[in-house]
């Protein structure tokens, strides 16, 4: 098994925000959407259920920290959670911020549209939101 | 706290298939794409968050068995896993088989239009491959 490397589609979307214990925590540059990513750091994997068991349970308790934190952070109507990968098949884990003023809203964010990258100064504000709120 | 009761959108657009510890497991009632639904028997809660750590832990434990299942009777080439609620927001999370070839690839199921019921026969014929997987 290679290495594990960060398939480059995400890190062309996304920013860097933490380094878990098992995941990196990136940003999705989409401003109209606190959209965060958890990115274990595993080579090979695209299914949660291809981890062992350890890395499951790191993986969960990742999810519901990063899910805690940006509950707080952001005040949001609902969190969504999910792990697709039909177009990227490194496993990820989506955690967005969901408002219902939001571009999508009730629909998922997942396949809406093209993205509005943050304007300067707007990233630095929300990862400065979520590290008050204890995800870093 | 009022006893818990199925949403009755979810038990509209569904059918029942288990009842694990913790959640009742349906079937979407939509032949486009094999799409189970976990329901927690939890009243009052809408996100993964607000269960308790047992909780939490049997959640993702009945995920994981409802996914191996799900891939082992469909051969499917994606799983898709997702908490989002924004319509209903009973918690409940959606493990969905997932082909290059169906309706929706590589777009989410949420939102990709209406229902096409399964036929008679149909649904005892899937339910019948997932308890062969183990689901129940």
């Known amino acids: 098994m290679p290495d594990f490397q960060l398939d480059p589609r995400i890190a062309g979307d996304t920013v860097p925000v933490a380094e878990f214990a098992l995941s990196d925590l990136r940003l999705m540059n989409d401003r109209r959407f606190p959209w965060l990513v958890l990115v274990p750091r595993r080579a090979g994997m695209s299914e949660i259920i291809d981890l062992n068991e350890a890395d499951r349970t790191a993986l969960l308790?990742?999810?519901?920290?990063?899910?805690?934190?940006?509950?707080?952070?952001?005040?949001?109507?609902?969190?969504?959670?999910?792990?697709?990968?039909?177009?990227?098949?490194?496993?990820?884990v989506h955690?967005?911020?969901?408002?219902?003023?939001?571009?999508?809203?009730?629909?998922?964010?997942?396949?809406?549209?093209?993205?509005?990258?943050?304007?300067?100064?707007?990233?630095?504000?929300?990862?400065?939101?979520l590290t008050a709120a204890g995800i870093a």
Do not use: M
């Open 61 to 92: 308790g990742e999810v519901l920290q990063v899910s805690e934190a940006l509950r707080a952070a952001t005040a949001c109507d609902k969190l969504n959670v999910g792990a697709l990968g039909n177009i990227v098949r490194q496993l990820h």
């Open 95 to 129: 955690v967005v911020a969901r408002f219902e003023s939001d571009a999508a809203w009730p629909g998922p964010v997942w396949g809406s549209g093209a993205a509005i990258p943050y304007a300067v100064g707007e990233v630095e504000s929300l990862v400065g939101q």
